[in-house]
């Protein structure tokens, strides 16, 4: 039984999301998805979506078995409990793979670390991020 | 073996889809959604998303086992080719159960209409409708 980890914020849901924790899921036999609460999100604006129902709704996807939220100080708090065989990160998350890796081998925490696969886009009006949806919201609602 | 058609635009995808959703899987064997394309959506503002966009993130949903594009000329076009046993409807969806049950008997289609149940909130700060994670949104970021 391999168990994979995925982790993200999934502010407004979309196909890249999808794909990538469908590739997460195909890596192993159980998905579990990591949601970064709204304190711990310092890299982009703060989610639009309360952290509760993004976990719900990361829940309700077909590739998730299980969606946790992510400890409010230390990231590494979730992923003790879960005891992934591999973690998934996305194609675009800015992670340095090595540095990861050596801060859970700190922690005693044995895991690969693997990349999803960028989706590709087919069709030119997809909105294949949570930015692109607020942004064309704001335009067009605004 | 008993199939179910729900309905909707599916927007910008929150817990009260996935309650919809849910409850219509429930009332049968297999879920059929028939996903609203923007020139057929008249009694609200068009949806953000793509029409083939929704329609593959509604698809990602677990109580879902196929969801459909709409037809633009005849909503029954959909409805002649599912063959469902069960119409599911949204608990405020603005639709007269009798005029449509009439109107699909005129078709020969003979099929239950059921409505869903209300999505109770225990959470205050929940976005259950598209309407107020774009009003948010509109609020926060424009």
Do not use: W
């Amino acid at each position: 039984m391999t168990r994979v980890v995925a982790q993200g914020t999934f502010d407004i849901l979309h196909p890249g999301h999808v794909h990538y924790l469908q590739d997460a899921a195909d890596m192993g036999d159980e998905l579990h998805v990591i949601v970064a609460r709204s304190v711990n999100v310092t890299h982009k604006q703060p989610p639009v979506v309360p952290d509760e129902q993004r976990r719900e709704m990361v829940g309700a996807l077909k590739p998730v078995d299980e969606a946790h939220l992510g400890h409010p100080e230390d990231i590494f708090v979730p992923i003790e409990r879960i005891e992934p065989d591999i973690i998934a990160l996305g194609y675009d998350q800015h992670h340095d793979d090595e540095q990861l890796e050596a801060a859970l081998s700190a922690r005693g925490l044995d895991c690969d670390i693997c990349r999803a696969s960028p989706l590709e886009a087919e069709a030119a009006d997809r909105l294949l991020s949570t930015g692109r949806i607020i942004d064309r919201i704001v335009d067009e609602r605004s």
